[in-house]
């Protein structure tokens, strides 16, 4: 389970397109921060460097320590983090806030191990798997990944959710049967279809005979 991140909230009087720009060329990024026991959502700014550390990793399942400007810190999860679609660059980032002992719903990734030991893999299969998983679980037992072994898969082997052995007050919420990660055939390694049989120079003449000899029957049937 990965450490708390401590971050730091700064206020943010203004609002709007114009505002929001000014702050991210001064090294900031507009944030809220929302929950169950958040009556009225918080407004704030944070450091651009830092945001931009924190999302380089598995942000989706980092818990934060968010220093309100008002002093007061409270846990939470980044939920939601919006980004320019070309530089990428961080323009507005939601906080959810975490209440101890209340469970919520959270995408973990899934980090996959036992690679270079999968015979599949070794045959030439190719390696299919999802890339995060949501699940259910307390805001202190959120697990940094779910690690899935393939080491034992064979071409045409899967594991399914249902296979999972997931961490203490973590409930996966796909269904028990979907498929986590597969092993499949290669098309380079594919069985390669029959070729036609190769005709003959004799064939060719016995057809060729068979079909000369046909047609004189059916001139000597018009006689």
Partial sequence: MADIVTLVMESREKTGKGE?????????????????EIPENIKGKVNMREIERI??????????NVKLPDGREELCLIREAQRHPLTDMPLHID?????RGRKITVNIPVEITGRDASQGIKDGGVLENVHEL????????????????VSSLNIGDAIHVKDLALPENVTALAD???????VVTSRGVEDAEPEAEETSAADVEVVAKGKAAKEGDEEEDKK
């Fill in 176 to 182: 028990p049967d979907e498929v986590v990660a597969i």
């Fill in 20 to 36: 929001n720009g000014r702050l991210r060329r001064s090294g900031f990024v507009p944030c809220i921060i929302y929950g169950p």
């Fill in 55 to 64: 999302l380089a990793g598995r942000w989706e399942s980092t818990r934060l």
């Fill in 134 to 149: 949501e699940v259910e679980t307390l805001p202190m037992s959120i697990p940094d990944v779910i690690t899935v072994d």
């Fill in 95 to 99: 906080f959810l806030h975490l209440v």
